[in-house]
């Protein structure tokens, strides 16, 4: 059974950066692909990114893309979301996930059966 640890959210002013991790212990890291999500307050769930079990693909958003940067370090168990020119609208609690049931990367929360416990960004003016 997989289990994820987010760290890294915090406080930062709009235009800056963070680096959210996810780690991850269990099975094996490597066979499964890991995604990204976010939810802010009286909205649902929101999908960030994702990223294939080898690392070799990703995928994003219009409202992230070119701003945020999925990454993994097999080696380490670790997924990694690089956020920069960050807004104010980014302002979410932040959940990594496993789909360990499928190889295949897919958006939906839906589709995600392992999640960490969220960690807070907040985004100021």
């Known amino acids: 059974q997989v289990q994820l640890v987010e760290s890294g959210g915090g406080l930062v002013q709009a235009g800056g950066s963070l680096r959210l991790s996810c780690a991850a212990s269990g099975r094996t890291f490597s066979s499964y692909p890991m995604g990204w999500f976010r939810q802010a307050p009286g909205k649902e769930r929101e999908f960030v990114a994702v990223i294939s079990a080898s690392g070799r693909t990703t995928y994003y958003p219009d409202s992230v893309k070119g701003r945020f940067t999925i990454s993994r370090d097999n080696a380490k168990n670790t997924a990694y979301l690089q956020m920069n020119s960050l807004k104010l609208e980014d302002t979410a609690v932040y959940y990594c996930?496993?789909?360990?049931?499928?190889?295949?990367?897919?958006?939906?929360?839906?589709?995600?059966?392992?999640w960490g416990q969220g960690t807070q960004v907040t985004v100021s003016s």
């Open positions: 996930a496993a789909r360990t049931g499928s190889s295949l990367i897919k958006t939906a929360p839906t589709d995600y059966d392992t």
